[in-house]
């Protein structure tokens, strides 16, 4: 009676601390691990569907790395501004903020406004294309030639 009312605990624990994550902490999930630069190149194309499954596979070594650590970036300056879901796609507006510094000196600061998509492929929410909306760098330092 103890072991089967253990073995169904265990159980219960197991299945509730594996929650499903909805599109919010999915790109929340892939954005913190390319901030902190722990993102493999497995781990970005297992969370990531066609179309942008496709072009990260066909990338160099080199651009791949582009993707897999944001340089500068912080998880405080992550932004989910809009959500816009149905219920197999879903929109993500989104803003990132840092600096970019040179020899130690902060050169510009750096505010990108994205669009994600992301489709729920077996009961997970993958990144299916990513939108450039804006770009803004604001100098730190004057600019010089």
């Known amino acids: ?5 253990l073995l169904c ?9 594996s929650k499903k994550l909805g599109p919010d902490e999915s790109l929340r ?18 969370a990531t569907t066609s179309p942008l499954r496709d072009e990260l596979a066909a990338l160099s070594e080199e651009d791949m790395n582009k993707y897999l650590k944001i ?3 912080s998880k405080d300056s992550f932004q ?9 796609v879903c929109y993500l507006t989104y803003t990132l903020k840092y600096d970019t510094s040179k020899d130690g000196v902060k050169t510009f600061g750096v505010e990108l406004k994205k669009m994600a998509e992301l489709k729920k492929v ?8 990513i939108t450039d909306i804006k770009t803004y ?3 730190q330092q004057p600019i010089e030639p």
């Open 80 to 88: 989910i501004n809009l959500s816009n879901c149905e219920e197999l």
């Open 9 to 17: 605990l265990i159980t219960v624990f197991a299945f509730s601390c």
């Open 29 to 46: 999930e892939i954005v913190k691990l390319s901030i902190s630069g722990k993102m493999s190149k497995d781990q970005l194309l297992s």
């Open 71 to 73: 340089e500068g970036a």
């Open 137 to 139: 760098y604001e100098a």
């Open 1 to 5: 009676m103890i072991k089967t009312f």
């Open 122 to 129: 077996d009961e997970k929410w993958l990144l299916a294309d």
